[in-house]
């Protein structure tokens, strides 16, 4: 979703509707629809952005997407976000030729660490690793979730240059994933 964001912030902006489109999934995705809003010149813009979530495009054949994807116009991205995909197929093979393929991963707990870390010290904050294996076990995973509670620990800790487990077990939401087990 971040990624998603920034995207749409760098092409079109964040004030600009006319000249966004998103279309989700199987039912969602008509080729015909999409290719004609893609030929479209932008709206007082330089670029059109479409995209596209779990359209199952990359999994089952479709040969207008196919032939089409080579004639999109300069003013207008496609993005495609799919969880699943067939690297053979002939649209994956196309778009990497001529577009950019990125495969968004789950992070693991180090790089998440990492990334904690980083946030705390651009907010002149430090936390010791058992604290942020703390703070990743109550708030799980999700990115966007460690960002919002990262936030809150950083507000709640204004004077504090350490953040730390009381810290963390006051201000933090735990996840319902990480209680599962207690």
């Avoid at 920034?6 to 279309?23: H, L, P, R, T, W």
Wanted: aromatic content about 8%; charged content about 35%; proline content about 2%.
């Amino acid at each position: 979703r971040t990624y998603k964001k920034q995207v749409k912030q760098a092409i079109i902006g964040e004030e600009d509707s006319m000249n966004y489109n998103y279309f989700e999934g199987k039912d969602g995705a008509n080729v015909q629809e999409i290719m004609a809003i893609a030929d479209t010149m932008p709206f007082f813009a330089d670029r059109r952005l479409v995209i596209m979530e779990h359209s199952g495009f990359f999994k089952s054949a479709n040969e207008d997407i196919n032939e089409y994807i080579e004639n999109v116009p300069e003013t207008t991205c496609l993005v495609f976000v799919e969880n699943e995909i067939d690297k053979r197929s002939k649209l994956f093979k196309k778009v990497k030729d001529i577009g950019y393929v990125s495969e968004m991963g789950e992070q693991n707990q180090a790089t998440l660490e990492r990334w904690i870390e980083g946030i705390l010290k651009e907010n002149g904050k430090r936390i010791s690793k058992p604290d942020a294996e703390l703070f990743l076990k109550n708030v799980g995973t999700d990115m966007e979730n460690i960002s919002k509670e990262l936030e809150k620990l950083i507000c709640y800790c204004l004077d504090k240059e350490v953040i730390d487990a009381e810290d963390i077990n006051k201000v933090c939401s735990i996840q319902i994933s990480s209680r599962i087990f207690d």
